[in-house]
C-alpha cells in the first residue's frame, strides 16, 4: 500500500495535493504540479511542440523555460500555431 488512494487518476494524498500550484493558465486557474515553465509544457501536453510564452506579461524565450521557476499566482500564457484557414 503507498499510502494513498488514486481516484480517476487523480491522487489523493496531502503530500501530493500539496505539491500542486495553482497558476492562471491562458486566463484559467489550474493546479498543476510543474516547477519549472518547461516542467509546465510538459505537463499541459506542450512537449516537443514550438509554442510562444510568456509569465506575468513577459516573453519567455524556449531557451530559458527550463530554469523559469513558477510560483503560486503566477499568469501564464501559451500561444500555439494554427494551421488551416
Do not use: C, W
Not at 489550474?30 to 510562444?52: C, I, M, N, T, W
Amino acid at each position: 500500500m503507498n499510502g494513498f488512494t488514486e481516484t480517476h487518476g487523480v491522487p489523493a494524498s496531502v503530500d501530493e495535493i500539496s505539491k500542486t500550484r495553482r497558476l492562471v493558465i491562458n486566463g484559467e486557474a489550474r493546479d498543476v504540479h510543474a516547477q519549472s515553465l518547461a516542467d509546465l509544457l510538459e505537463e499541459l501536453g506542450y512537449g516537443g511542440q514550438k509554442v510562444a510564452t510568456a509569465v506575468n506579461g513577459e516573453f519567455a524565450p524556449e531557451r530559458t523555460r527550463a530554469g523559469l521557476e513558477l510560483t503560486p499566482g503566477d499568469e501564464v500564457e501559451i500561444v500555439a500555431p494554427r494551421q488551416g484557414g
